[in-house]
């Protein structure tokens, strides 16, 4: 079945720049998108269509594709960008599904 | 504003029957379909279903199909998700979210406690 693969957990000190994968299966390619998810609130998308960032969404998220890994990075990581981020996709059978999410921890 | 709100936290009880729901406003309500996303306690996003609410067309993951029912009333621009008889391991948070390519709005999320 469909899966989407990302670490558990990313650490990194305030200032630096983290950067979380999320691979999934080969073809066909489906966009990726992102959420942050703090604790006790519902997700926020962050970047949608691989590379987009919604509205409101700091300029230091960007997300980025290649093969079959989809990347977030946050650059200048800042105490607030604690949180769980889960990466999401689709299969062709119109399925949508998440990555396992992965804790960011902020130094 | 596009907002999602839904309906308070449940206790139930094992066998207990549950409707809960997520009311959309701030825009088109039958031009969106309607995801629900479950989150147990401590574990990650699961996508369980979606529905257009403008001719009710429904979709279920192959994880959830069978166990849960998704519906819509787009008179009242409201979609529900509900169990006929609920168990333990039915207890999670349950979001709705709006689908736009990406879930782009989410509900604040419905906690669905079941204990005997």
């Known amino acids: 079945s469909y899966e989407l693969t990302q670490p558990p957990s990313v650490s990194v000190s305030p200032g630096q720049t983290a950067r979380i994968t999320c691979s999934r299966d080969?073809?066909?390619?489906?966009?990726g998108y992102w959420y942050q998810q703090k604790p006790g609130q519902a997700p926020v998308l962050v970047i949608y269509?691989?590379?987009e960032r919604p509205s409101g969404i700091p300029e230091r998220f960007s997300g980025s594709s290649s093969g079959t890994t989809v990347t977030l990075t946050i650059s200048g990581v800042q105490a607030e960008d604690e949180a769980d981020y889960y990466c999401q996709s689709a299969d062709s059978s119109g399925n949508y599904l998440f990555g396992g999410g992965t804790k960011l921890t902020v130094l | 504003e596009v907002q999602l709100v839904q309906s308070g936290a449940e206790v139930k009880k094992p066998g207990e029957s549950l409707k809960i729901s997520c009311k959309g406003s701030?825009?088109?309500?039958?031009?969106?379909?309607i995801a629900w996303v479950r989150q147990m306690p401590g574990k990650g996003l699961e996508w369980m279903g979606i529905i257009s609410p403008g001719d009710s067309d429904t979709r279920y993951s192959p994880s959830f199909q069978g166990q849960v029912t998704i519906s819509a009333d787009k008179s009242i621009s409201t979609a529900y998700l509900q169990w006929s008889s609920l168990k333990a391991s039915d207890t999670a948070m349950y979001y709705c979210?709006?689908?736009?390519?990406?879930?782009?709005?989410w509900g604040q999320g419905t906690l669905v406690t079941v204990s005997s």
């Open positions: 269509k691989d590379s």
């Open positions: 979210a709006r689908l736009n390519w990406s879930f782009d709005y």
């Open positions: 701030g825009y088109s309500f039958t031009n969106y379909w």
């Open positions: 080969a073809l066909p390619k489906q966009y």
